[in-house]
């Protein structure tokens, strides 16, 4: 299935980070750009890459061999580059592992190695100064592409840096080895880099002793922040840098394997999006028979994203984007209006009375008080967790649902009716399964058949449509804000 999407129409999607929050995805459209507007959009692009691998990524190898491997992917970088530039692009990101791949021991990944050193304590352009440190020649060869095509190169590799015995951090083999992005201007220059921090069974790299929180500035966007696949599901670095730092832009390497019904690349992202007002950039690797799939180009209104989970090909993704996202954070249109479906459900939250005749709101001395009659609860195991869950029956409704300190909340209308269940379930506990992370989680989710026990099964596909207004009061914030349409085919042309 091939999934080349932008506009505001939305097909369900969801955020997690310490929790989860439903959010949005979009309709099919075109990715050819127009003549951008200077003072009010800049043109992006990110490039979902399906890497060439090493064939056997425990075995030892020279640092020329590695070159050789990493140039090819590098080779394949410098065509998209320069049929960004062709396109007026000014920022390009590339995916997480795409230049050196995965599966590497420690020992393994380090012909790989780039050094890295600090840009806030070096100034260095490594296509100008190309000699000035060792082992640095994919750093080279990025900075080459960004002069080459005038535009801001956002890309990841695996970089060294050696440390003393007297450093308490230090590994046994006297090196740190990171999980590196790297930000380059159009002229060059090393602007800055990220170190990943929440590792994903990645044996080869080492956590940093501090979290990075790093922003980079341009002149035609401001401010961007930058971190790394796993990190969107965390408070540190993702929530902490766009809540500390002012940042209405994220570029995002990952190397993402789609797992549903919860974590699927495409909906994380724009559910990032959508829930903090601002524009995401999101590059992925393509291996379909891993699962690995989903790129876009986000902003809360709106997406340009690909997926396809049968066919080999790359894709690269060339989208305007707004130098000042509009979100729906606050429950407000782009008018500045509060899209009244919302108005309704804050009502009913509230506690005020609130009654309707004739779908006109009406005072309840008027009219039968709103329908509020709890449907049964249920529990089934999603993602290896033991959700409690409500059906979500009939054309309208509002629906809570909760467990230990966290309560989901949900109005939705329901045009037609399909033979489709629903549900609405959340969790606030411990997962223990591939790691052990204590979550919150509100999921808005289609069930794999009609029983309640089908609830949290992985599906692709849905023909429901639903309108609905979600709200989760999570430890952290509360998400209110949006509504959505679940169920439009992705499959569009």
């Known amino acids: 299935m091939v999934c080349i999407m932008s506009g505001a129409r939305s097909k369900l999607a969801l955020f997690l980070c310490g929790c989860y929050v439903v959010a949005l995805g979009a309709h099919t459209g075109e990715e050819s750009m127009a003549e951008h507007h200077e003072a009010e959009y800049y043109v992006a692009a990110v490039y979902e890459h399906p890497s060439i691998l090493s064939p056997n990524p425990l075995a030892l190898i020279s640092r020329q061999e590695a070159l050789e491997l990493m140039n090819q992917n590098l080779d394949i970088y410098?065509?998209?580059?320069?049929?960004?530039?062709?396109?007026?692009?000014?920022?390009?990101?590339?995916?997480?592992?795409?230049?050196?791949?995965?599966?590497?021991?420690?020992?393994?990944?380090?012909?790989?190695?780039?050094?890295?050193?600090?840009?806030?304590?070096?100034?260095?352009?490594?296509?100008?100064?190309?000699?000035?440190?060792?082992?640095?020649?994919?750093?080279?060869?990025?900075?080459?592409?960004?002069?080459?095509?005038?535009?801001?190169?956002?890309?990841?590799?695996?970089?060294?840096?050696?440390?003393?015995?007297?450093?308490?951090?230090?590994?046994?083999?006297?090196?740190?080895?990171?999980?590196?992005?790297?930000?380059?201007?159009?002229?060059?220059?090393?602007?800055?880099?990220?170190?990943?921090?929440?590792?994903?069974?990645?044996?080869?790299?080492?956590?940093?002793?501090?979290?990075?929180?790093?922003?980079?500035?341009?002149?035609?966007?401001?401010?961007?922040?930058?971190?790394?696949?796993?990190?969107?599901?965390?408070?540190?670095?993702?929530?902490?840098?766009?809540?500390?730092?002012?940042?209405?832009?994220?570029?995002?390497?990952?190397?993402?394997?789609?797992?549903?019904?919860?974590?699927?690349?495409?909906?994380?992202?724009?559910?990032?999006?959508?829930?903090?007002?601002?524009?995401?950039?999101?590059?992925?690797?393509?291996?379909?028979?891993?699962?690995?799939?989903?790129?876009?180009?986000?902003?809360?209104?709106?997406?340009?994203?690909?997926?396809?989970?049968?066919?080999?090909?790359?894709?690269?993704?060339?989208?305007?984007?707004?130098?000042n996202p509009v979100g729906l954070i606050g429950a407000e249109n782009a008018t500045g209006e509060t899209d009244p479906s919302h108005s309704k459900f804050l009502k009913i939250l509230s506690g005020d009375p609130y009654c309707e005749k004739d779908a006109q709101e009406v005072h309840c001395d008027e009219a039968t008080k709103w329908n509020m009659n709890a449907p049964p609860t249920f529990h089934s195991e999603m993602m290896y967790d033991n959700f409690t869950l409500v059906p979500v029956w009939g054309k309208e409704g509002y629906l809570h649902v909760c467990s230990n300190g966290l309560c989901c909340y949900l109005l939705y209308e329901r045009p037609t009716l399909s033979e489709e269940l629903y549900a609405l379930g959340v969790f606030d506990g411990l997962h223990t399964v591939h790691g052990t992370y204590y979550i919150q989680v509100c999921a808005l989710v289609r069930c794999g058949g009609l029983g309640f026990g089908t609830c949290g099964q992985e599906i692709t596909e849905a023909t429901g449509n639903i309108r609905v207004s979600p709200v989760g009061q999570l430890q952290y914030f509360l998400y209110l804000s949006f509504v959505s349409d679940l169920g439009d085919d992705p499959r569009s042309p």
Not at 115 to 124: A, I, L, N, Y
Not at 231 to 256: E, G, M, N, Q, S
Not at 301 to 321: C, G, K, R, T
Request: net charge negative.
């Open 78 to 323: 410098e065509q998209q580059v320069m049929t960004a530039a062709q396109k007026g692009v000014q920022i390009i990101v590339f995916p997480e592992d795409g230049i050196h791949g995965f599966n590497f021991t420690r020992t393994s990944i380090y012909p790989f190695l780039d050094f890295m050193p600090s840009p806030q304590v070096v100034g260095w352009n490594p296509c100008l100064e190309p000699r000035r440190f060792n082992d640095t020649e994919v750093l080279q060869r990025l900075s080459c592409m960004a002069i080459k095509g005038d535009m801001f190169l956002v890309a990841n590799l695996g970089t060294k840096q050696p440390c003393h015995s007297s450093d308490p951090g230090c590994p046994n083999d006297g090196r740190y080895q990171f999980n590196t992005n790297v930000v380059f201007s159009n002229k060059g220059t090393l602007v800055d880099r990220y170190r990943k921090h929440n590792l994903y069974f990645e044996a080869a790299f080492d956590v940093p002793l501090n979290v990075d929180h790093i922003t980079f500035d341009t002149p035609f966007a401001g401010r961007f922040g930058i971190f790394t696949c796993f990190d969107i599901l965390f408070f540190d670095p993702a929530v902490r840098l766009l809540r500390d730092y002012k940042v209405k832009h994220v570029v995002y390497p990952t190397a993402w394997m789609n797992q549903l019904p919860l974590l699927a690349a495409i909906e994380i992202q724009k559910a990032f999006a959508v829930a903090f007002g601002i524009n995401v950039l999101a590059a992925n690797v393509h291996h379909p028979v891993l699962g690995m799939t989903g790129s876009g180009i986000h902003t809360p209104l709106e997406s340009f994203w690909y997926h396809d989970m049968e066919n080999p090909e790359s894709h690269l993704i060339i989208a305007q984007v707004a130098k």
